[in-house]
Structures are given as structure tokens and as C-alpha cells.
Nanobody, 115 residues
């Protein structure tokens, strides 16, 4: 079992930055592929970025070059650094841990980009 707690969301102006954190409890954090997903009102949840246990990353085209995912296995934490934020980035952001058939979700953190 893995419990995930996101933090760092909030209200930011267009062009601003935020860093989301996801703290994991439970065992063997380092073996999980960690991902950030988001869901805007009326839309499906979508993958934003992911990082494998080996550190390989992938990003949605819409955030490539603006967002950076990283992980600190010593702290059982994954981060999402978001820069050049746009109003269309507004969503609830969810952390996910996946290993084989096992998949765990956090409760989500709201990110609102508005002037």
C-alpha cells in the first residue's frame, strides 16, 4: 500500500510558477513509476508528466518545456515544477504511483491560473 499526499497548489497569475509536491508513505517508493495527472472541470483526467524508477521522464505535449517532474527517493517525494503557467493549466492535479497492476492516487490539489 502507498498513501500519497499532494501539496503546493494555489492561485497564480498567468506566467507564474508553482511547485507541487507529493509525499508518499509506505514501502519501496523507489520502485514505483510516479506520475502527475490533472483534471479540469468537464474534462477527462489526463497525464501531465511521469518519471520511472530509473529516472526516465515523459511529458504531455501541452506542458513540454514548461513543466519538470523530479523525484527524491530519500524523501519519498515527487515534484512537479510548473513555469510559464497558462489559464488552461487550471485543474485539480493528482499524484499517482504505479507498479505493475498496483496504482495509487492522492486526493488532489487545486491549481488555478488567473489574473
Amino acid at each position: 500500500q502507498v498513501q500519497l499526499v499532494e501539496s503546493g497548489g494555489g492561485l497564480v497569475q498567468p506566467g507564474g510558477s508553482l511547485r507541487l509536491s507529493c509525499a508518499a508513505s509506505g514501502s519501496r517508493f523507489s520502485i514505483y513509476t510516479m506520475g502527475w495527472y490533472r483534471q479540469a472541470p468537464g474534462k477527462q483526467r489526463e497525464l501531465v508528466a511521469a518519471i520511472t524508477s530509473g529516472g526516465r521522464t515523459n511529458y504531455a505535449d501541452s506542458v513540454q518545456g514548461r513543466f519538470t517532474i523530479s523525484r527524491d527517493n530519500a524523501k519519498n517525494t515527487v515534484y512537479l515544477q510548473m513555469t510559464s503557467l497558462k489559464p488552461e493549466d487550471t485543474a485539480v492535479y493528482y499524484c499517482n504511483a504505479r507498479n505493475g497492476e498496483n496504482s495509487y492516487w492522492g486526493q488532489g490539489t487545486q491549481v488555478t491560473v488567473s489574473s
